[in-house]
T-cell receptor, first 113, second 109 residues
Framework: DTGVSQNPRHKITKRGQNVTFRCDPISEHNRLYWYRQTLGQGPEFLTYFQNEAQLEKSRLLSDRFSAERPKGSFSTLEIQRTEQGDSAMYLC???????????FGSGTQLSVL | LAKTTQPISMDSYEGQEVNITCSHNNIATNDYITWYQQFPSQGPRFIIQGYKTKVTNEVASLFIPADRKSSTLSLPRVSLSDTAVYYCLVGPNTDKLIFGTGTRLQVFP
C-alpha cells in the first residue's frame, strides 16, 4: 500500500470553472477526511465520511463544494464556479475508524486565476 | 473542542533537544493530545499522542502534567530534516482534527 493518493497534485483553473479532485485512501480505512490549507495556516476541516456516508460538513463547505465517496472507497471533491478565494491546498486523509492517527495525502494545490 | 496555544516559531541547532510546549486550558475529560509534523508541500504526519503522564516512541516524547492543561513535545537531538511545522491538537479520537497555526521549527547546522 502506497498511502493516501491524491490527484492531480496541481491544478490551475480560471475563475468560474469547475474542478474535481480525487482521493484514494489507504485500503481498509473506512474514514476519509477532506481539509483545506492556505499559506501559513493549519489545515481546516471540510468534511468527512465513514464508508460511503458523509457524516459531517463544515460551514466552510459552501454550496459550491460537494464531496462524494461512492462505494466507500475513493472520494471526489468538486468545486463549482471557482473563485480566487478557493486557491489553497486541498488535503485528504484516511484512518481506520478507531485509530488515533490520520494518514494524509500530499494534497492538491489549486490555483484560481 | 479545546483551543490550543503554541509558539509561532522556534530555532534550534543540530544535535540539540527541542521542547515545544502547547497550552490547552479547556481540555475536556475525553480529549487526547496529538502532535503532527508537516513539511512544505506535504500533508501532516502523525508524531505522537497521549492522554496523561509521558508517552515515548521512536520519534519523540510527549510530557503531560497531571492537570493536562499543557503538554510538551520533546524532540531529541534534532537534525536539519526536523525543520517543519509542528501542530498540537486536542480533541476526542473519533472526531475531526482541528489544527491551529502550529510552531515553525527551524534547525540550523
Amino acid at each position: 500500500d502506497t498511502g493516501v493518493s491524491q490527484n492531480p497534485r496541481h491544478k490551475i483553473t480560471k475563475r468560474g470553472q469547475n474542478v474535481t479532485f480525487r482521493c484514494d485512501p489507504i485500503s481498509e480505512h473506512n474514514r476519509l477526511y477532506w481539509y483545506r490549507q492556505t499559506l501559513g495556516q493549519g489545515p481546516e476541516f471540510l468534511t468527512y465520511f465513514q464508508n460511503e456516508a458523509q457524516l459531517e460538513k463544515s460551514r466552510l463547505l459552501s454550496d459550491r463544494f460537494s464531496a462524494e465517496r461512492p462505494k466507500g472507497s475513493f472520494s471526489t471533491l468538486e468545486i463549482q464556479r471557482t473563485e480566487q478565494g478557493d486557491s489553497a491546498m486541498y488535503l485528504c486523509a484516511s484512518s481506520p475508524g478507531t485509530a488515533v492517527w490520520r494518514d494524509f495525502g500530499s494534497g492538491t494545490q489549486l490555483s484560481v486565476l | 473542542l479545546a483551543k490550543t496555544t503554541q509558539p509561532i516559531s522556534m530555532d534550534s541547532y543540530e544535535g540539540q533537544e527541542v521542547n515545544i510546549t502547547c497550552s490547552h486550558n479547556n481540555i475536556a475529560t475525553n480529549d487526547y493530545i496529538t502532535w503532527y509534523q508537516q513539511f512544505p508541500s506535504q500533508g501532516p504526519r502523525f508524531i505522537i499522542q497521549g492522554y496523561k503522564t509521558k508517552v515515548t516512541n521512536e520519534v519523540a516524547s510527549l510530557f503531560i502534567p497531571a492537570d493536562r492543561k499543557s503538554s510538551t513535545l520533546s524532540l531529541p537531538r534534532v537534525s536539519l530534516s526536523d525543520t517543519a511545522v509542528y501542530y498540537c491538537l486536542v480533541g476526542p479520537n473519533t472526531d475531526k482534527l482541528i489544527f491551529g497555526t502550529g510552531t515553525r521549527l527551524q534547525v540550523f547546522p
